[in-house]
Structure formats: structure tokens, C-alpha cells
């Protein structure tokens, strides 16, 4: 049911005109191009365009006048990731959309911001769904988007609807950068403290540069244990204990939740070598290799192949956790890559990683320090996360006018 005042329409209403972007070859693409093509993968899922990342491209002048973006266009994706959808802001260079993307010009009826924040909506998205046509690779007919329907309310009520969902969204980008600053911050202070220390005045030349006169530099494999996991996979079920592989290992605290299971008979077995505890680090050997995550849950799991475990000895398993994600390491696995199809780190040069030997009392002191800046982002992070939820439920709301804005009750 409509809303009282509002009107059922399809996007072909709200369209003065639309039009497929050129194609053309990828000798045509070129760092000093002369307009900007605009991929599926340049709009984000919340409706933004990445353009610092959108290619250049040399095209004829009467392909880029015919094709060239303005601002208040709707772009649509049409293939792979059918729907994503986004309003262009005019740049500093013409855009244009690619091939696999389409441009709707909207007439004076409706806010393009409102618009952008319909297609991102569960109504639209079924809608968009039911176009879709499966093969190969998915496709949306851009013809078909015309036939989309939309509740519309009055435009005064569509600038409020969008002026209020567009503050939530500047609350979730200044979030954002919080975080990304907070990360540098964080990256830029652990390589301090990881190689000069706390208070020191002395410093001498090490295998990782200057550390302070102190300490010492010695093999991962003298200051840690490093284990290895059973070269097999296991019998994967419904429910039972996950088990951890490259995929599941993420810089931070182990999720378990995304992880496979397995038997408890594979389970024992695969703990036999080490029954993985709070303070280990788990470290990934494949795909996404020489990231480190650190267990800080008491639930039972295990590791599956091209995974190891490493439990701190003389350096504690929170300033390993830090040192493996750290430049030391990343340094030294650039090198073992360098002029090579690397995929995977061997665990006998995982155990040669060099790191600082650190005494215990100041390792402790950085672990303290570290973990206050972590602290920091996981806040920040939570608020982000309440934002989108937030911005979640207005949309749901205000969208299908359950919560009125402009006036009327």
C-alpha cells in the first residue's frame, strides 16, 4: 500500500533518457587518458563511486560528449554485481559509464539522492533480483530497470528523507576516518616501539636495522615455538569444531565463526601436535599468507593445512601478535618473494624470521600501549557498526514511509 501522498511509479517515470556506455578495447585504456570509464567494481555496495581508482581512458571526443557523465545521473551496474548502484558528482575529468554499466538521466520529479538510497533497499534490490539473468556471468538488462517500481513521496518530502539519511552517512565516513587515521597512527607507533623501544638512548646496527643496545636479534624459532599443523584435510560436517584455514586468519582476534567443522575424532587427531589456547597466535602459510591473528576465546578448534601455531617463549604471544603483523616481518617476507611466483611461506623460513628479543618488563610495557590504540579502533569500529544499523532502520522507515518527515501523520 501507498502511502497517503505518495505516488507508485517505475524508474522509466523518473527517466528522461538512458543509454549503455561505449565500448572499446583495453589498448584504449591509459594512465594519461583523456576521460574516466567508470567499472562494476568502482561503486561500492553503499552507493559511492571510488574515484580515485576509476581507469583513464583514450577515447574519440564525439564517443566521450555522447557518453559523459553529469551530476545527478544515475549509474547502474548491469553485470557481475547487477544493481550497485550510484549518483555521479561532475570531477575534474569527464566520466563516462563503461560497457557494463548503464546511465539513467532523471527528470525534475524526483532528488537523485533519494533515488540512490531506494536501489539500496531490500524493495528495490527484490525487485532488481527478479531482472537478473543468470549464465556465465550474471546481467541486468538495462531496459529492465525501467520497469522498477517506486513509492514517491512529494519532493519537499524527499529532500527530508535524504538530507537525514545523508547525515548518517557523513557521521559513518568522519567514523571511517577515524579508524583509517587510528590504523596509521598505530602502524607508525608499533614500528617505533618495536625497534627503538621505550626511554632507550643507545642504539647499535642489528639484521633489522637499529635496535637499542640491549637487546639482541635472534631467529623466531629461538624465542617462540612453531607448530606445525597435520598435512591432511579433515572430514567436514554440519556442526562440530572449526577448523581454522588461511581464509578464516584476519590481523586481530580470532573469529572462529565463519570457519568449516569437523569431527571429534578429527579433532583429537589434529590437536595432537598442540591443543591451540588463549595467547597463541595463528598464522596463515597460503593465500592470504603471513598474517597473524591471536586466540582470545576458550572454545575448542584446530588448524587445517598450510596454517601454523605460534606460542611465544621469551617473547610473550601479545608482542608476537604485534611483531608478525608488523613491517619487521612484512620486510622480510617481501625479500623470500622478491622475483618470484610466491604463494605460500615454508615454515622452516617462518621459524628464520628475524625479531627484536625484547626484556620482558618492556615488552609488556609496548604490549599495554598497543593495545590501548587497539582499543581505540575496536570502540570506533562498534560506533560504525551502530551507525550502519542505524542507518539500516531509518532507510527501512523512512523509504517506505512508515515514518513520516514531511508533515503529515
Known amino acids: 500500500m501507498v502511502p497517503e501522498g505518495w505516488k507508485l511509479v517505475t524508474i522509466g517515470d523518473l527517466t528522461s533518457s538512458h543509454s549503455y ?81 548503464v546511465r539513467y538521466r532523471l527528470n525534475q520529479t524526483v532528488l537523485p539522492t533519494f533515488i540512490k538510497y531506494f536501489m539500496h533497499t531490500r524493495i528495490a534490490q527484490k525487485q532488481v533480483g527478479q531482472f537478473i539473468r543468470k549464465g556465465t556471468v550474471a546481467n541486468l538488462p538495462g531496459s529492465d530497470v525501467l520497469k522498477i517500481k517506486v513509492a514517491l513521496p512529494p519532493l519537499p518530502e524527499q529532500k527530508k528523507i535524504a538530507a537525514i539519511l ?52 635472534d631467529e623466531l624459532a629461538k624465542v617462540a615455538r612453531v607448530i606445525d599443523c597435520k598435512h591432511r584435510t579433515p572430514e567436514y560436517v554440519e556442526s562440530g569444531f572449526p577448523v581454522v584455514r588461511p581464509r578464516d586468519i584476519k590481523e586481530g582476534a580470532l573469529d572462529l565463526s565463519g570457519c568449516l567443522r569437523t569431527t571429534k575424532q578429527d579433532y583429537e587427531d589434529l590437536i595432537e601436535n598442540h591443543c591451540p589456547s588463549v595467547g597463541d597466535i595463528i598464522y596463515s602459510r ?35 601478535f604485534y611483531l608478525l603483523n608488523s613491517r619487521i616481518i612484512k620486510l622480510q617476507i617481501d625479500k623470500l618473494s622478491a622475483g618470484s611466483t610466491f604463494q605460500r611461506i615454508n615454515l622452516k623460513d617462518i621459524r628464520r624470521f628475524f625479531v627484536p628479543v625484547i626484556p620482558e618488563d618492556e615488552q609488556k610495557e609496548i604490549v599495554a600501549i598497543a593495545d590501548s590504540i587497539t582499543e581505540q579502533i575496536k570502540t570506533s569500529e562498534a560506533q560504525l557498526h551502530h551507525l550502519h544499523e542505524i542507518k539500516r532502520g531509518l532507510m527501512q522507515d523512512l523509504l517506505t514511509g512508515h515514518v513520516r518527515v514531511g508533515g503529515t501523520p
Do not use: M
Open 286 to 320: 597460503n593465500a592470504t599468507f603471513g598474517v597473524a591473528a591471536i586466540v582470545e576465546t576458550n572454545e575448542p578448534f584446530t588448524v587445517g593445512q598450510d596454517v601454523c601455531i605460534i606460542v611465544g617463549k621469551i617473547l610473550i604471544g601479545r608482542l608476537l
Open 166 to 217: 545523508s547525515s548518517v552517512d557523513e557521521a559513518i565516513a568522519s567514523t571511517q576516518a577515524v579508524i583509517e587515521q587510528t590504523r596509521k597512527v598505530k602502524q607508525g607507533l608499533l614500528q617505533q616501539l618495536l625497534t627503538r623501544g621505550i626511554g632507550h638512548t643507545r642504539f647499535k646496527e642489528s639484521a633489522i636495522g637499529e635496535i637499542p643496545e640491549s637487546w639482541e636479534v
Open 21 to 101: 556506455g561505449p565500448r572499446f578495447s583495453a589498448k584504449d585504456y591509459h594512465v594519461d587518458g583523456t576521460v574516466k570509464t567508470i567499472r562494476n567494481t568502482d561503486v561500492t555496495e553503499t552507493g559511492e563511486i571510488l574515484y580515485k581508482q576509476v581507469p583513464s581512458a583514450h577515447l574519440d571526443s564525439e564517443i566521450i560528449e555522447q557518453h559523459k557523465l553529469k551530476t545527478g545521473d544515475l549509474v547502474i551496474i548491469t553485470t557481475a554485481d547487477c544493481g550497485l548502484s550510484a549518483i555521479f558528482e561532475e570531477q575534474d575529468i569527464a566520466y563516462i559509464p563503461s560497457a557494463y554499466a
